[in-house]
């Protein structure tokens, strides 16, 4: 029915390396949806979790909202150890506005492989998230082991069936 209020709405939700915006056209680079670490090695440090820190841009729109004063809220989830959560940002939406696009830079520390995301709430009412995998890279020399371990395990040998 027109006339009616909508719920606010979350339009897009991503992270990136790096943006640029010029007369109100925002490009994007460098898009974010897997991070790959090498594998730690045993001499990694066991006090401290943290395996390496990502540096992100987190680019979201929301829309659907009726002017008047909001809370924005954006709270990092990641395999681990809990992150501080920072505060609410205070948001005064005018009238005539449709939607509203923020850039938000974070210095993620990656302590696990896993989903590593951002959940955005605007007034308490979850919107959406925008989330990235971490996982170790594969490392092809430990793949083609000399002694034969890359051999088929499901072969039988001579030796067991005598």
């Given at each position: 029915m027109a006339g009616e209020a909508s719920d606010p709405y979350l339009k897009y939700a991503l992270f990136c390396?790096?943006?640029?915006?010029?007369?109100?056209d925002l490009s994007l680079s460098g898009i974010i949806d897997l991070y790959e670490l090498?594998?730690?090695?045993e001499?990694?440090?066991?006090?401290?979790?943290?395996?390496?820190?990502v540096d992100v841009n987190l680019v979201f729109c929301v829309g659907g909202v009726e002017p008047g004063n909001h809370y924005l809220f954006v709270t990092l989830k990641t395999p681990g150890i809990p992150l501080?959560?920072?505060?609410?940002?205070?948001?005064?939406?005018?009238?005539?506005?449709?939607?509203?696009?923020?850039?938000?830079?974070?210095?993620?520390?990656?302590?696990?492989?896993g989903i590593h995301s951002a959940a955005i709430l605007f007034d308490g009412i979850p919107l959406?998230?925008?989330?990235?995998?971490?996982?170790?890279?594969?490392?092809?020399?430990?793949?083609?082991?000399?002694?034969?371990a890359d051999e088929d395990p499901d072969s039988e040998s001579d030796s067991e069936n005598e």
């Open positions: 390396r790096d943006t640029n915006e010029e007369d109100s090498p594998e730690p090695d001499s990694a440090d066991p006090n401290d979790p943290v395996l390496a820190t501080d959560t920072p505060p609410a940002q205070k948001v005064e939406w005018e009238e005539g506005i449709l939607f509203q696009r923020w850039i938000k830079a974070f210095r993620i520390p990656v302590q696990r492989p959406g998230e925008a989330t990235f995998l971490v996982r170790f890279k594969v490392d092809a020399a430990k793949l083609e082991s000399p002694d034969g």
